[in-house]
């Protein structure tokens, strides 16, 4: 985020800065799998983003934060995932975390809206490594192509309503803490659901 956007988008850098050494940890901790290494390889990776998903479905579901957050309900991936599920002949994995709920403040949960919502914009990125696997908008890498054109300007609508909402100092360090809670999730969650599936090499040439 660049100072100009910094400036325009102080909540967000918060977000952002508050949030970058687990976000960096998150990243490291996917890429180590080599999701992109084989179709084998990105089914787990799959794996790792429907458990994600399903945990925090209920977020997209709740009408208090549909108040705040425009277009809440759309913006859930899962059917999309499991269109890919389907496509890669995969099945929805077991549950990885027992008798566990999502369970958050309000504006804690908009600190997760903002890690979910953010991973977005790293799918785009993603979808043209998918491509190499011949997974595509319409086969496999549904879930990565999300919105697709539309990808960015739903980011921006996203920041624009974080910023617009009238926060106490209070409030504000709950989203805060939300974020930080759901990137350390998140990472947890990598180990969890990888160490759930069978073991894979990655091919090297």
Not at 95 to 112: C, D, K, P, Y
Not at 144 to 152: F, I, K
Request: aromatic fraction near 10%; charge should be negative.
């Amino acid at each position: 985020m660049s100072n100009l956007r910094a400036e325009h988008y102080p909540r967000m850098s918060k977000l952002r800065i508050s949030t970058s050494a687990v976000h960096d940890q998150l990243d490291k901790k996917i890429m180590d799998q080599s999701p992109f290494a084989s179709q084998e390889h990105y089914g787990l990776f799959l794996r790792y983003q429907y458990h994600l998903m399903n945990y925090v479905a209920s977020l997209y579901q709740c009408d208090q934060l549909a108040l705040m957050i425009n277009n809440l309900k759309s913006r859930d991936r899962t059917e999309q995932l499991l269109a890919d599920f389907q496509d890669l002949d995969m099945t929805q994995p077991a549950q990885v975390i027992s008798n566990t709920q999502f369970s958050a403040s309000m504006h804690e949960s908009l600190g997760w809206l903002y890690v979910v919502e953010g991973s977005k914009l790293g799918a785009a990125v993603l979808a043209k490594e998918a491509e190499k696997l011949g997974l595509h908008s319409g086969f496999g890498a549904r879930f990565l192509a999300g919105s697709g054109a539309d990808r960015g300007s739903n980011w921006r609508q996203f920041m624009q309503d974080i910023e617009a909402l009238t926060l106490t100092v209070q409030q504000e360090q709950e989203m805060l803490n939300g974020a930080q809670a759901a990137f350390k999730f998140a990472n947890q969650l990598v180990e969890l659901s990888y160490n759930q599936a069978p073991n894979l090499t990655t091919d090297v040439a």
